[in-house]
């Protein structure tokens, strides 16, 4: 059936087959460019889509919000991942982070990390962004054309990263590679060849990472540690319960959640701006820290840069748009889909940085909140008004394309005239 174009790319007709044959496992090249029309189509018209692997798709808010709500749902995917990753360090990561970890041992560890995300402890931050954005900005002062993922986007995050770190700014394209290498095998479909790439980046990255752990493991305990790497050593010290293994897995998952998904909320927003010129004023042109606060809501809503999530059932679930989901299954939550659904946002396709309310999904919900939402409103609200006053003229130029990741959507390239 033909689909209209939804999302903010040149409205053209799409056309897909009927929502039987969807399947996550096997998605086509305008997914990536704009999964916004098969969230639509199956919102409307299968909103418990089941995929070929027997996993269930759920694309309406409150479907999603009833399956984060079930306290009996569980992350850990140890068997599936041994299954698909083979042993090593990359089944490593996704079983020993706390993002695959389930009460109690998903508390113990968020616990030693939590302070450093807190919004007093992100408010720490704030001077250092600040200096970054504005140096980024003094670097493009002089170019005509960039490639604004590249340039600017991705340079924010990763820096401000290896701060929380405590290693060099400039390990951050190092790392910064190594982290995506880690993290695309949690796509849907993935080749045998980028499963080895991320069981060797895993074992990179630790190995990287333990030089810092000794290092800080060397000197005397911070009381107030300087960074995560030192606060994970006092914790060690003082006889908390974490393991080696446990705080190197926590540093790349601490890398992934704060550079992957900024560096794509940055971005998609600033797509979203451009092609939204009102909106881009209204962003240029707001002084009041509270109109960007709110229009850095309708950014994370819109753009979604987390858009799947998974759990698997451990009763039998019932959801709203009828029927129950059986136990034992793995449900993949499409939040992207619930922060588009016309049953709880007006207008949901329009780009409104004075929208309210804006109940959104983005950060998910429940004990698997993300930990690092402070820092991302932080990073956009500061990144997204500085490049819209200094470069009021901004626009696009031919060449821009999506990664093809639907579990994070990102640009993969986008060429912007300064003006």
Same mark, same amino acid.
């Given at each position: 059936?033909?689909i209209?174009?939804t999302?903010s790319?040149?409205? +053209? !007709?799409?056309?897909h087959?009927? &929502?039987?044959?969807?399947?996550?496992?096997?998605?086509?090249?305008t997914?990536?460019?704009?999964?916004?029309?098969?969230?639509k189509?199956?919102?409307?018209?299968?909103?418990?889509?089941?995929?070929?692997?027997?996993?269930?798709?759920?694309?309406?808010?409150?479907?999603?919000?009833?399956?984060?709500?079930?306290?009996?749902?569980?992350?850990?995917? +140890?068997? $599936?991942?041994?299954?698909?990753?083979?042993?090593?360090?990359?089944?490593?990561?996704?079983?020993t982070?706390?993002?695959?970890?389930?009460?109690?041992?998903?508390? @113990?560890?968020?616990?030693?990390?939590?302070?450093?995300?807190?919004?007093?402890?992100?408010?720490?931050?704030?001077?250092?962004?600040?200096?970054?954005?504005?140096?980024?900005?003094?670097?493009?002062?002089?170019? !005509?054309?960039?490639?604004?993922?590249?340039?600017?986007?991705?340079?924010i995050?990763?820096?401000?990263?290896?701060?929380?770190?405590?290693?060099?700014?400039?390990?951050?394209?190092r790392?910064?590679d190594?982290?995506?290498?880690?993290?695309?095998?949690l796509?849907? $479909?993935? #080749?045998? +060849?980028?499963?080895?790439?991320?069981?060797k980046?895993?074992? +990179?990255?630790?190995?990287?990472?333990?030089?810092?752990?000794?290092?800080?493991?060397?000197q %005397?305990?911070?009381?107030?540690?300087?960074?995560?790497?030192?606060?994970?050593?006092?914790?060690? !010290?003082?006889?908390?319960?974490?393991?080696?293994n446990?705080?190197?897995?926590?540093?790349?998952?601490?890398l992934?959640?704060?550079?992957?998904? &900024?560096?794509?909320?940055?971005?998609?927003?600033?797509?979203?701006?451009?092609?939204?010129?009102?909106?881009?004023?209204?962003?240029?042109?707001?002084?009041?820290?509270?109109?960007?606060?709110?229009?850095?809501?309708?950014?994370? @809503?819109?753009?979604?840069?987390l858009q799947?999530q998974? @759990?698997? &059932?451990?009763?039998?679930?019932?959801?709203?748009?009828?029927?129950?989901i059986?136990?034992n299954?793995?449900?993949?939550?499409?939040q992207a889909s619930?922060?588009?659904?016309?049953?709880i946002?007006d207008?949901?396709e329009?780009?409104?940085?004075?929208?309210?309310?804006?109940?959104?999904l983005?950060?998910?919900?429940?004990?698997h909140?993300?930990?690092? @939402?402070?820092?991302?409103r932080?990073?956009?609200?500061?990144?997204? %008004?500085?490049? &819209?006053?200094?470069?009021?003229?901004?626009?696009?130029?031919?060449?821009? #394309?999506?990664?093809?990741n639907?579990?994070?959507?990102?640009?993969r390239?986008?060429?912007?005239?300064?003006?």
């Amino acid at each position: 059936m033909a689909i209209q174009q939804t999302h903010s790319a040149p409205a +053209e !007709k799409q056309v897909h087959s009927a &929502t039987e044959d969807f399947d996550l496992f096997q998605l086509p090249k305008t997914y990536y460019d704009n999964p916004y029309p098969f969230f639509k189509h199956l919102r409307d018209n299968e909103p418990a889509h089941v995929n070929s692997d027997g996993s269930v798709l759920l694309t309406r808010y409150d479907d999603v919000k009833a399956v984060w709500r079930d306290l009996s749902g569980v992350v850990n995917r +140890e068997a $599936a991942y041994r299954e698909k990753f083979g042993e090593g360090p990359l089944l490593e990561q996704h079983t020993t982070s706390m993002l695959f970890r389930d009460p109690p041992d998903h508390d @113990r560890l968020r616990e030693v990390v939590n302070p450093f995300f807190t919004q007093f402890g992100i408010e720490r931050l704030r001077v250092s962004v600040h200096e970054i954005v504005a140096k980024l900005l003094d670097e493009l002062e002089d170019n !005509k054309d960039i490639d604004y993922v590249a340039d600017f986007a991705s340079r924010i995050p990763i820096q401000v990263i290896c701060d929380i770190f405590g290693v060099p700014r400039a390990d951050g394209p190092r790392i910064r590679d190594l982290g995506a290498q880690v993290l695309f095998p949690l796509n849907p $479909a993935v #080749s045998a +060849e980028a499963i080895a790439a991320g069981h060797k980046a895993t074992a +990179e990255f630790k190995a990287y990472l333990l030089d810092y752990v000794n290092f800080w493991r060397s000197q %005397p305990v911070e009381e107030t540690p300087s960074n995560i790497i030192s606060a994970l050593v006092k914790a060690e !010290k003082s006889g908390q319960q974490i393991s080696e293994n446990e705080m190197l897995h926590m540093c790349i998952l601490v890398l992934n959640g704060g550079h992957e998904t &900024t560096t794509n909320l940055i971005g998609l927003s600033t797509l979203a701006l451009i092609q939204n010129r009102d909106q881009f004023e209204r962003m240029a042109m707001a002084t009041d820290a509270s109109v960007v606060a709110v229009g850095i809501e309708e950014c994370l @809503r819109y753009a979604s840069p987390l858009q799947l999530q998974g @759990r698997r &059932t451990t009763r039998e679930v019932a959801i709203p748009s009828g029927g129950t989901i059986a136990p034992n299954t793995e449900v993949i939550v499409a939040q992207a889909s619930a922060n588009r659904d016309e049953r709880i946002f007006d207008s949901p396709e329009k780009f409104d940085l004075d929208r309210r309310p804006n109940p959104h999904l983005a950060f998910g919900a429940g004990i698997h909140v993300c930990l690092g @939402r402070p820092l991302a409103r932080l990073e956009a609200s500061i990144a997204l %008004p500085a490049i &819209t006053k200094r470069f009021p003229k901004l626009d696009l130029r031919e060449g821009l #394309s999506f990664n093809p990741n639907a579990r994070f959507r990102g640009i993969r390239t986008m060429p912007v005239t300064l003006g």
